[in-house]
C-alpha cells in the first residue's frame, strides 16, 4: 500500500505505520517504495527514536525527524479530531434542531465536552486536511470539513441520536453505519413522498373535521404531533417487509381517534358516531366508556402485499397503565405463535412526554425488557413529546435533560425528531423497526412537537403557557411545510398538495353526513378468535363443572411431585418438609396438604392440555416455602421443574418469580390473560397487603374491563391473607376493596379453607366456560395447619363449595349460626369444640362472591330454631367483608340481620405485636361463643 500524503500518519494508523517501519528496518524491499522513501534510503544505526510511542530510528537520522515532527504534528490533529467525532456521537443530540417552535434548548452547564463539535475548534488549515473519519466514512482519509459537516448533519440536524451509551459494540456500529453513512436522511422517492403526504393530509383534515362539526368537544386532538401518524404507517409498511405479522398498540388519549380513523381503518362514521354519543342513552346505563378509550382491531395490508393484524389495546384514563397490559397481550400471543414468535408480534407503545417521565410504572415494564419470562423481543416506543403535560412545563415535569431519560436504565438507541421534518421521523420510525427486528431490542423515538389546542380542545392554553402559544398560533402545520418543501423540490407541486386535501377533507365530510343520517354507535365486537367458546355475563347462567379427579389419575401425579430427580441433590429440610410428606400423603399416612393440593390443580390442569402461569415474588418457591416449583441441587445449583414433566405435549408450563414490581407485573399478566383463555394465568402477591400497589389495574382493568369494553379476563390473583400477628402490612390482603368492586358479576373472589377446595377452585376457573377474574385469599399459616388438609375423596369428586355448612347430629339444638370466612373458621371451630357447645353452628362461607345466595338460603333454612345470625371476621369493621356481606345477607334473612363479631373499626388493618393480636383474636372467638346476655 502507497502513502497518500505525510497526513496519513496520524495516531489512528499507528499500529500501521510502525509495522511498515519495522519490515522496512528489516527489509527496505518488502515495503512499498513510497514508504521506503519516506523512511529513508539507509538504515539507521543505534537506538530507535520514540515519538508518540513511535519507534522511529535512532535519532540520527533526517528523514526520521522529519517523519516523526509529521506525525506528531497529524496525531494531535487527529486526536482532536477523534475527540471531536466522538463528542458528536456522545453528545450532539444536544444540539439538534428539535423543537418544531425553534425555543432555545437549554444545554447543561455541565456538559463541557459539547464544545469539541464546534468548527471553531479548528482552524482553517487543520479543516482541509485530509483526516482519518474512524467509520463515519468508507474511505480511510477525508477532508476534515467534511467530515465534521456529516457529523453535524447526523447528529445535530432535526435528529438528535443517543446510542453512544449502548455496550453492545455491534449494534453501536450497525446503527453508526446507518446513520452516517446516510447524514441520517433517507432520500424518499416522489411515491414514498406523496404517501407521507397523504398521511400528513389525513391526520390534519381528521381533526379539522371533528373541530369545526364537534366545536365543544373533547378530542385529545394530535395536531402539532400529525407526524406521528405517517410515522406509525412507515413502522407498519417496513414491519411487514421484516416480517412483522402482528402489532399490538397501546397509546393513550393524545391521537387516538387520529390513530383509530387514519391507522386502523375505523370507519369515520363510527368515531363520528360515538361523538355524537348513542340515540337512546338508556342503551348504556353505567357501562360503555368514552370514545378515546376504545380499542379496534383491523388487518393492514402492506404495498407488498404482507398481512399485519394490528390491534389497539382498549385502556382507562390512567396514564402508562396500558403499558404493561400490551407487553402481556404480546408475550401471550408470542408464545402462542411459537418459534419466531417475538420476532412476529411487536408491541408498539405511544407515550405522553409528562406521563413517561413521571409514571414510575414506565420504570417498572422496561425493566421486563430483556427478563426471560416476561421480553417480547423489544417495544417500540414513540413519546408524542408536546413539551407540556396538560399545564405542566417539562421543568416542573421532570430532572431529566429529556423526558426519555427513564429508558437510558436499557441498553437501547433513543431518537428524539423534530416532528415539523416529517421525512426526518418516517426516517427514524424505519431505522427504529429495523433495528428492534434485527436486535430485539426496546426502541424509543422522542418525537418533539407542540400541542396546537389546551390540554383538551375547550381549555384556554394562553392562561398557562402564553408565551409557547404565541408562537404556536403563528405556526404552519407540519403539512403545510411539507407541501412547501415538495412544491420546491419540483416532487408535488402546491397545487397537487391542495387538491389532495380537498379531496380528503370531502371524504370525512361525507363520512360526516352519513352518521348524521344514521348513527352507528355500535357495540364492542362480541367474542371472537380465540373467544368463541367463551363467556362472560350472569354467572348463573353458565354450568357448574365436576372438578374431581380420579385417584388413579391423580396418585403417579402426586408420585412424581415427590420424586427427587435424578442425580439431584435437595436441600434436607425440603426432603423433609416436601419430599417426605408426599409420601406420606401417598401412603394415607397424612391428608394431602395445601402445597399438595395446589400443585395437583396445576398437574392436572396441564396434563389435559391447559396453558399454566404462574408468577409472583418469589413464587417459585412460594413466600412461605410451601411451593417449591422449581429445585434447587445443592452441589450443582441446576434445577428442576418436576411440574412440566406433567404437561400433555405442547402445553406451555411456566412458574416463575417475578420482578418486585406489583402494578407492572399485575397489568402484565392481565395483558396475558387477554389473550389466552385457554391458560390459567395466575399472579401471586408476595403478600396480599401489597397488592394494592396494583390497585389501579385491579380498578381500571379487572374489575372494569367487561362492562366497559366487553373484554373477558380469566385472570387468577392469588392474595396471601390471614391475621396471625404479622402486623399491618402482612395479614390483609385488603378484601374490602375486592368486594366493593363487586358487581354484575364482574369477579369472583373466594376464600378457600383446605386444600381440596383449592384444588376444586383453581381447576372450576379454566374448565367452566366463563372467563371472570378469580380473586383469592390464600393462606400462611393453614399452609401447614393438618385440618386444611383434605383426604383423597375429596379431591376425586364435586367441584368447589361456595358454602361449607356445618351439619351437626340435632339442628334443632343450633341457635346461632357463625358464618365466616378463611382462616378464623379454625380459631372457632377449635374453641367451640373445647367448649363442647351444641347450640353454635359454623358454617363457612368459601365463595364471597358472586355471593352464594341460593347455599346460604338452604344453610340458614337448615336450623330450624335458629336466632341469630353473626358474621364472625378477623379484619377491623370497617375491612374485611363485612360491610359487604351485611348488605347482602339482608337481602336474603331479613327476619335475621346479621350481628357483627370481629374487631372494631381501625385506620390500619392489624395491630404491630403478636400479643396484641392474640389478646383481640381470644377476645373475638370469645364473643362468639358467649351466650348472649
Ligand atoms: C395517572 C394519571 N394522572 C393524571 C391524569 C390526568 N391527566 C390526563 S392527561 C394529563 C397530562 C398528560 O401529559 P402528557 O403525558 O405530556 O400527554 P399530553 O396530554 O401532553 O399528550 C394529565 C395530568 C391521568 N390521566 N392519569
Ligand atoms: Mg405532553
Redesign the pocket.
Known amino acids: 500500500m502507497s502513502i497518500p500524503s505525510d497526513t496519513y500518519l496520524t495516531g489512528q494508523n499507528i499500529d500501521f505505520i510502525e509495522t511498515q517501519y519495522q519490515r522496512w528496518l528489516e527489509d527496505p524491499a518488502s515495503v512499498d517504495a513510497s514508504w521506503a522513501e519516506l523512511f529513508g534510503a539507509e538504515k539507521p544505526r543505534g537506538k530507535p527514536l520514540v515519538i508518540d510511542g513511535l519507534k522511529l530510528g535512532n535519532g540520527h537520522n533526517g528523514h526520521a525527524k522529519q517523519v516523526s515532527a509529521s506525525v506528531s504534528r497529524a496525531s494531535a490533529l487527529q486526536s482532536k479530531v477523534d475527540q471531536a467525532v466522538f463528542s458528536f456521537r456522545l453528545r450532539g443530540h444536544l444540539l439538534a434542531q428539535l423543537d418544531p417552535l425553534g425555543q432555545p434548548r437549554p444545554v447543561p452547564d455541565h456538559v463541557a465536552d459539547i464544545a469539541m463539535v464546534s468548527k471553531a475548534h479548528f482552524s482553517d488549515d487543520e479543516l482541509g486536511q485530509l483526516v482519518d473519519p474512524q467509520t463515519a466514512f468508507d474511505e480511510p482519509m477525508v477532508p476534515l470539513s467534511k467530515l465534521l459537516e456529516r457529523m453535524r448533519k447526523t447528529y445535530c440536524g432535526t435528529i438528535g441520536v443517543e446510542m453512544a451509551h449502548l455496550a453492545d459494540s455491534e449494534r453501536r456500529r450497525w446503527l453508526q453505519r446507518k446513520i452516517e453513512f446516510t447524514d441520517n436522511r433517507t432520500d424518499f422517492n416522489v411515491k414514498e413522498q406523496e404517501r407521507i403526504l397523504l398521511k400528513l393530509t389525513q391526520a390534519e383534515a381528521f381533526e379539522a373535521c371533528i373541530h369545526t362539526k364537534f366545536q365543544a368537544q373533547k378530542r385529545f386532538s394530535i395536531e402539532g404531533g400529525e407526524s406521528l401518524i405517517p410515522m406509525l404507517d412507515a413502522c407498519l409498511e417496513l414491519g411487514g417487509s421484516l416480517g412483522v405479522r402482528e402489532v399490538v398498540l397501546g397509546m393513550a388519549h393524545?391521537g387516538r381517534l387520529n390513530a383509530l380513523a387514519n391507522i386502523l381503518g375505523k370507519p369515520e362514521e363510527e368515531i363520528f358516531s360515538e361523538i355524537a354519543g348513542p340515540a337512546n342513552p338508556q342503551d348504556y346505563l353505567g357501562r360503555g366508556d368514552v370514545k378515546y378509550h376504545l380499542g379496534y382491531s383491523c388487518d393492514w395490508q402492506t404495498e407488498a402485499g404482507q398481512k399485519i393484524h394490528v390491534s389497539l389495546a382498549f385502556n382507562p384514563s390512567h396514564l402508562q397503565v396500558v403499558h404493561p397490559v400490551v407487553e402481556g397481550r404480546v408475550r401471550a400471543k408470542q408464545d402462542r405463535f411459537g418459534e419466531g414468535g417475538e420476532h412476529a408480534v411487536l408491541p408498539l407503545v405511544i407515550h405522553?412526554?409528562?406521563?413517561f417521565a413521571g409514571q414510575g410504572l414506565v420504570a417498572e415494564v422496561l425493566n421486563f425488557s430483556s427478563i426471560a419470562g416476561y421480553q417480547t423481543g423489544g417495544t417500540l416506543h414513540v413519546v408524542?413529546?408536546?413539551?407540556?403535560?396538560?399545564t405542566t412545563d417539562p421543568d416542573q415535569g421532570r430532572s431529566s435533560i429529556y423526558c426519555t431519560g427513564v429508558a437510558q436504565m436499557l441498553d437501547i438507541p433513543i431518537f428524539h425528531v423534530n416532528a415539523d421534518d416529517v421525512e426526518a421521523c418516517v426516517h427514524v420510525m424505519q431505522i427504529a423497526t429495523e433495528y428492534r427486528q434485527r436486535f430485539q431490542t426496546d426502541v424509543v423515538i422522542d418525537l418533539v412537537c407542540y400541542?396546537k389546542y389546551g390540554h383538551n380542545e375547550g381549555d384556554e392554553p394562553a392562561f398557562t403557557q402564553p408565551k409557547m402559544y404565541e408562537l404556536i398560533r403563528s405556526h404552519p402545520t407540519a403539512r403545510t411545510l411539507y407541501a412547501k418543501k415538495l412544491d420546491e423540490q419540483k416532487r408535488v407541486s402546491l397545487e397537487q398538495s391542495g387538491a389532495m386535501l380537498e379531496r380528503v377533507t370531502k371524504e370525512f365530510n361525507e363520512a360526516h353526513a352519513r352518521a348524521s343520517a344514521q348513527p352507528q354507535v355500535k357495540e364492542v365486537s362480541a367474542m371472537a378468535g380465540l373467544w368463541k367458546e367463551y363467556k362472560g355475563g350472569n354467572d348463573a347462567d353458565v354450568p357448574e363443572v365436576v372438578t374431581g379427579v380420579s385417584e388413579e389419575t391423580l396418585r403417579p401425579m402426586l408420585e412424581r411431585l415427590a420424586q427427587i430427580p435424578e442425580g439431584f441433590v435437595l436441600h434436607p429440610n425440603i426432603v423433609k418438609s416436601l419430599i417426605n410428606k408426599r409420601r406420606a400423603m401417598l401412603e394415607n399416612k397424612e391428608h394431602l396438604d395445601w402445597s399438595a393440593g395446589e400443585m395437583l390443580a396445576y398437574a392436572t390442569l396441564v396434563s389435559e392440555g391447559y396453558s399454566l402461569r404462574l408468577t409472583g415474588q418469589d413464587t417459585e418457591r412460594g413466600t412461605f416455602a410451601h411451593r417449591h416449583a422449581v429445585l434447587h441441587d445443592q452441589q450443582t445449583g441446576r434445577t428442576a421443574f418436576p411440574l412440566g414433566t406433567l404437561a400433555k405435549n405442547g402445553t406451555r408450563v411456566c412458574v416463575l418469580n417475578s420482578p418486585l414490581s406489583e402494578m407492572g407485573c399485575m397489568g402484565f399478566e392481565f395483558g396475558y390473560s387477554l389473550d389466552a383463555p385457554d391458560a390459567l394465568v395466575a399472579w401471586e402477591a408476595q403478600f396480599g397487603d401489597f397488592a394494592n400497589n396494583g390497585q389501579v389495574m385491579v380498578d381500571q382493568f379487572i374489575a372494569a374491563a367487561e362492562d366497559k369494553w366487553n373484554r373477558l379476563s380469566g385472570l387468577v390473583l392469588l392474595l396471601p391473607h390471614g391475621y396471625e400477628g404479622q402486623g399491618p402490612e402482612h395479614s390483609s390482603a385488603r378484601l374490602e376493596r375486592y368486594l366493593q368492586l363487586a358487581a354484575e358479576d364482574n369477579l369472583q373472589v373466594c376464600y378457600p379453607t383446605n386444600s381440596a377446595q383449592m384444588f376444586h377452585l383453581l381447576r372450576r376457573q379454566l374448565l367452566r366456560k366463563i372467563r371472570k377474574p378469580l380473586v383469592v385469599m390464600t393462606p400462611k399459616g393453614l399452609l401447614r395447619l393438618p385440618e386444611a388438609g383434605s383426604p383423597w375423596s375429596d379431591f376425586t369428586q364435586g367441584t368447589f363449595k361456595k358454602v361449607i355448612a356445618e351439619q351437626p347430629a340435632d339442628p334443632a339444638k343450633v341457635k346461632r349460626l357463625l358464618l365466616c370466612s378463611g382462616r378464623v373458621f379454625y380459631d372457632l371451630f377449635a374453641a367451640r369444640e373445647a367448649a363442647k357447645n351444641d347450640w353454635v353452628a359454623i358454617a363457612r362461607v368459601e365463595q364471597l362472591y358472586p355471593f352464594p345466595a341460593k347455599e346460604l338460603k338452604a344453610t340458614l333454612s337448615a336450623f330450624p330454631k335458629l336466632e341469630e345470625v353473626c358474621w364472625v371476621q378477623e379484619e377491623p369493621r370497617n375491612m374485611g367483608s363485612w360491610r359487604t356481606m351485611n348488605e347482602w345477607l339482608n337481602g336474603i334473612s331479613s327476619q335475621l340481620p346479621p350481628r357483627y363479631i370481629g374487631r372494631p373499626e381501625s385506620a390500619s388493618p392489624a395491630t404491630g405485636f403478636l400479643k396484641t393480636h392474640q389478646y383481640e383474636q381470644k377476645l373475638l372467638v370469645a364473643e362468639a361463643l358467649a351466650r348472649k346476655a
Open positions: 393524545r405522553g412526554d409528562a406521563a408524542v413529546n408536546n413539551q407540556v403535560g396538560y400541542r
